[in-house]
Each structure stands twice: as C-alpha cells, then as structure tokens.
C-alpha cells in the first residue's frame, strides 16, 4: 500500500483538481444563467413589441410600416433563435464540467478512503505491537515472580 506521504499528495493535488473543477463548473452555471435571461429578455422583448404592433394595427397602419415590422420580427426571431444554440451550448458545457467535477471529487474522496485504511491498518498493528509487548512484560513478571 502506498504510503501516507503519498496518499497526502495524492489527496492534495486531488483536493486542487476537485477545486479547480468546482470553478469552472461555476462559472459554466453562471453561463448557463446569463445565456437563459438573455434569451428570456430577447422573447419578452419580442412578445411586447407584437403587443404594441397589435395596438397600433388597429389604429391603422402603412404597408411599410407593416413590412418594417415583419423584418424587426424576423431578425428577432433569428436572434432568439441563436440565443436559444448559446443556451443549449452552455448546458451542454455545464453538463461536462458537472460529470468532470464528480469525477474529480470520487477520486478525491478515494484516496481520502485508502488514507483512512492505512491509517486503521497502521493503528491495528500498533494495537497488536504494543499488546504483544505488555503480554511478554506480563510473562517475564509471572516468570520472575516464581
């Protein structure tokens, strides 16, 4: 079995790993969130102006007007639709930095188990070392006592 010097390295540059992941997975969750209320601002946008274009058609309005309108929705729709790739894009990289820093972390956590084995190993042996030792110092009293 390794030894606890090593398992503590192990452990330490696991314990970096695990850090490093966690960072980049929040900052993957904080695109994630950025990319969502962009695309959620884009279509309340686009539902308002189709508000607002509802209420002055019943007014009336000019066959340019009306053109001018449909090019402003459809470039909204194609950015809402762009927005919609980012956010997709973004998921899928917080779904990665996520499975990264679970594996990260189990590993982690592995070594922290071997360490917590050798540690009971090496105190089952100390117990065994020093009971040996006192049932020798017991026989050489009984032994010396006759």
Do not use: C
């Not at 779904?95 to 679970?102: C, F, L």
């Amino acid at each position: 079995m390794a030894s606890t010097s090593q398992l503590e390295t192990l452990i330490d540059l696991a314990s970096r790993e695990t850090d490093d992941a966690a960072k980049r997975l929040g900052a993957a969750l904080k695109a994630v969130n950025d990319a969502e209320e962009k695309l959620n601002m884009l279509i309340g946008y686009r539902d308002e102006y189709g508000r607002k274009f509802q209420a002055s058609q019943q007014a009336g309005i000019t066959p340019m007007a009306y053109r001018n309108f449909q090019a402003f929705m459809e470039k909204l729709d194609s950015a809402i639709h762009g927005q919609e790739e980012v956010v997709r894009h973004t998921q899928k990289r917080g779904e990665h930095e996520k499975a990264t820093w679970q594996a990260a972390e189990r590993k982690r956590v592995s070594y922290s188990t071997l360490r917590e084995r050798e540690a009971a190993r090496l105190q089952k042996v100390e117990a065994k070392r020093d009971q040996k030792a006192m049932d020798e110092h017991a026989s050489r009293q009984a032994f010396f006592k006759r």
